[in-house]
């Protein structure tokens, strides 16, 4: 999102990382005395809604949920949208910062307040009139004797995080402007749009924040204002740029949610609300960019709808749901709804239900509870009502197939997801390759990043996995050489260094393939092949370096959820199975070549579902003068209580490696033979 400035979020200065971190600020903002309890379904539809029993009016009734636990900090129209804030690298941490934390937390809620009103506009939480209060509240960003004053961008100031935040309550003035635009003085109208408009008719980031612009300009051009309508038509062009095919956009550099959460969602909307009538054309090519989704997508999510732990500002969470019932505003033909819901009712399912997902009764900032390797510090407390666009999905009409639709598990369902086999979807623009395994019902996703660790954003385990699993959420690396699914190289500086710089090079016959070099010493390098199994992924990379050098490889990592992680070996062939079982899942480690031992690594502090983990790490060095050493790897996983077979630990028989032409030959279980070329 950007570094944190005067005033609100500058764009960051490349190859510059923050180093130190600032003494604690505390904003001292007391606990709510009540506590929520986990979100409930009540009345669950299971004939419309078989698998999750959530129908449009249970998503009224979480958005409402969630919405409270806002508003139990709020007791008269004066109080702020402000919550304690959590130890750590968030903001504020100064005092000129909280104007800004409170923006936030005002114009985030109203991305599941604003559907609400439109249907309910009396909607009263904690004895405040929820309407009334927002109306208060965007008089009070215009007051300069009040706290929560912001003031309008200097003529020479740079992007900020007002401007994402203007952006966003450009999106719920759009969404409701009968109730949140129509009803204020027409001099509070005239001062909002003022300071609106000085960031909306300005600079940006150069990616997705281009939206914030974009829906400012819009919304207050469609309602009589003089605007940069050059800006706003430069700034729309460029947006367009960044689309690369299969509905995936870039954000400058990575693929990542934000693709979803931002530019699918907030292009869709733009085209409802004004684009279609104003910029047909734009809007066409906005919808044959979001068209492939419901092809695509689907395949990203666990059977259950789980959603996988992957890049930036993961805290935002069930957001990355809402280009699916945004399907249903203009519905195209043959896009399974029912499949579509059954996904985004689970996903949001997932975190409301989980016990440490509130704090406080707001989200927490991290997966499931607190996260703090998850962080980035361009957040604060109230940043994670991001999440709250999923409920803009609210706003698709109640006679829409995305909410009539039986719910389904759509491919789930069919033969080339059946029990034994595993799916592999390809997506060449982004050269994105998911993976879903019926076995275990999860999706699995594998992205080429190459960001060094001078991004404060993307140089780490955000982006830097060699895979992310629906099952199975990434584990932060440990001091001690501690990896869950990447490997780590003891450096010149004597410390675990990961990698993190990766060029996709193709996916032919199953296996995806890599290079990838060290960031410290790009002369230590790997050449990685991977290929999803039915019970997880055969490895054979080629390490060389000029001089041996110490390395780990890690499965994923398992949670220590209930007892103790169970461990044990097995001997299968000539190779020994090192196996982890948790009570939910179990993982297998078996080094088929170039490793000289297996480790179980216990880790506290790492892992973003339990305080308390397990990772299963290969141990090995690579040889020195660049001779090639072949490191073959299965990372296999089972759900607890099934017993493995010998074929199911053993895949494959034989690897033999052809020099110097680097070719390898794998002879699997079934006789088959499989040629890789790393």
């Known amino acids: 999102m950007g570094l944190l400035g005067v005033g609100g979020w500058l764009a960051p200065t490349p190859g510059v990382a923050q180093t130190t971190s600032p003494a604690y600020f505390d904003t001292h903002v007391a606990p709510a005395p009540t506590k929520l309890l986990p979100f409930e379904v009540k009345q669950p539809d299971k004939r419309l809604s078989p698998f999750t029993g959530m129908t449009r009016r249970h998503w009224q009734d979480a958005a409402r949920y969630l919405l409270s636990g806002a508003f139990s900090y709020v007791h008269k129209l004066d109080d702020p949208m402000q919550f304690p804030k959590e130890p750590g690298k968030s903001y504020p941490r100064n005092e000129g910062q909280v104007p800004t934390e409170k923006l936030e937390g005002l114009c985030r809620t109203l991305f599941m307040a604003a559907p609400l009103l439109k249907e309910e506009p009396g909607l009263t939480l904690n004895g405040v009139k929820v309407a009334d209060y927002y109306r208060h509240q965007l008089g009070l960003l215009v007051d300069p004797k009040s706290p929560s004053y912001i003031q309008p961008r200097a003529k020479n100031g740079g992007p900020s995080q007002i401007l994402v935040e203007f952006g966003g309550l450009g999106v719920a003035l759009f969404a409701a402007p009968e109730v949140l635009w129509d009803p204020m003085p027409q001099a509070t109208k005239d001062a909002l749009a003022a300071t609106m408009l000085s960031y909306g008719d300005g600079p940006t980031v150069p990616q997705n924040w281009r939206y914030f612009n974009i829906f400012i300009l819009s919304f207050f051009e469609s309602r009589g204002y003089q605007v940069n309508k050059k800006l706003l038509e430069e700034y729309l062009q460029k947006q367009l740029t960044h689309y690369d095919g299969q509905g995936w956009y870039n954000d ?205 954003y993307r ?179 089972k759900k607890s209580g099934q017993k493995w077979t010998a074929k199911e630990l053993l895949p494959v028989k034989n690897i033999h490696y052809a020099a110097p032409a680097g070719t390898i030959t794998l002879t699997m279980a079934t006789g088959q033979q499989k040629t890789i070329q790393p």
């Open 252 to 456: 400058a550099p990575t693929y990542d949610y934000y693709s979803m959460w931002a530019f699918q969602m907030y292009g869709r909307l733009w085209s409802e609300y004004y684009g279609r009538q104003r910029y047909p054309e734009v809007a066409r090519q906005l919808n044959e960019n979001f068209a492939p989704l419901k092809d695509t997508y689907p395949y990203q999510f666990g059977r259950d709808g789980h959603l996988i732990m992957w890049g930036r500002s993961i805290t935002y969470r069930f957001a990355a749901v809402v280009p699916f019932p945004l399907m249903g505003l203009r519905p195209a033909a043959n896009t399974n709804f029912g499949w579509m819901r059954r996904i985004a009712s689970g996903a949001m399912l997932q975190f409301l239900q989980h016990p440490d997902f509130l704090e406080d009764n707001v989200p927490t900032l991290g997966f499931y509870g607190s996260f703090e390797p998850a962080v980035q510090p361009y957040s604060c407390r109230g940043s994670v009502y991001w999440m709250a666009k999923a409920f803009l999905g609210l706003l698709v009409p109640a006679d829409s197939p995305f909410w009539t639709a039986t719910e389904n598990e759509g491919a789930w369902a069919t033969p080339a997801l059946a029990n034994g086999t595993v799916f592999n979807k390809f997506e060449p623009g982004p050269n994105i390759l998911v993976t879903d395994y019926p076995n275990v019902g999860a999706a699995e996703l594998r992205a080429p990043c190459h960001q060094d660790s001078s991004d404060p």
């Open 459 to 637: 140089g780490d385990e955000n982006y830097n996995r060699l895979s992310y699993n629906s099952a199975f959420p990434w584990q932060a690396d440990g001091p001690n050489g501690e990896v869950a699914m990447n490997y780590v190289f003891k450096n010149k500086e004597n410390k675990w260094e990961p990698l993190r710089l990766y060029t996709f090079k193709k996916f032919e016959d199953g296996v995806y393939y890599r290079d990838a070099v060290l960031q410290s010493n790009k002369d230590v390098q790997l050449h990685l092949a991977e290929m999803p199994l039915p019970n997880g992924i055969l490895r054979v990379d080629v390490g060389q370096s000029p001089t041996a050098t110490d390395l780990h490889l890690g499965h994923y990592a398992l949670p220590q959820l209930a007892g103790t992680i169970r461990r044990s070996t097995r001997k299968v062939g000539r190779y020994t199975a090192h196996i982890i079982d948790n009570g939910t899942y179990q993982l297998a480690i078996v080094p088929l070549s170039g490793w000289s031992e297996t480790q179980a690594v216990d880790a506290t502090g790492l892992h973003p579902a339990a305080a308390h983990s397990t990772v299963l790490n290969a141990v090995g060095t690579t040889s020195p003068d660049n001779h090639p050493v072949v490191f073959g790897t299965l990372l296999l996983w």
